[in-house]
């Protein structure tokens, strides 16, 4: 079964300080998104685009956006920002359940929890969370921890957090559970194989 991959966007794959969301918004909206050329050449850096696309080539994951701009776009929106910053294949891969964010200011442990029990199927499956440490605070000492991949703000996915999103998932890759098993987040709290 296919991985998935939860995917904030500021200081993971946007980090310039030109080309924040409110940017993205505005030209998204303008009428004329086609002429924002600088935007959407820089909006997502292309070294980070580079390790991304190299996580995907080897994993095929699908994506959960868990990123705040999923809040104030749409579906469409988010794939055609995607599509335009040169990350088609993440807006050809995003998961029918496309975001875990649902409310500016809410936690992320708490949204992805949310996500994965909402999202139930048949059994466990692996997956990989990228996010800083920012926005992502609150996944550091949770349950969820040993699944992050924590960015530096300004710097993003890197190369060396590839690695570390390459060794969460070949870990678990390589101990699957069998059909039928279920695997626990936390007390009380259990999750399967979403369906893309």
Known sequence: MKPLVFLDFDDVIA???DYTSGVVVAALRSGNPHLAIELWANV????????????HDEFEPSYVISSTWSTYLS???IQEALMRGGLGFVAASLHSNWRSATEVGSYRVTDIVAWLQANGATRPFAYVILDDFSSG???LDSVLGPKTVFCDEWVGFTEIQLERARAILLAQRKHEPTQGDTATLAKGVTFRMPGS
């Open 44 to 55: 997502f850096h292309q070294e980070l685009r580079a390790n991304l696309a190299r996580l």
């Open 75 to 77: 579906r469409d929106e």
């Open 137 to 139: 605070r609150t996944l």
């Open 15 to 17: 980090i310039h300080p």
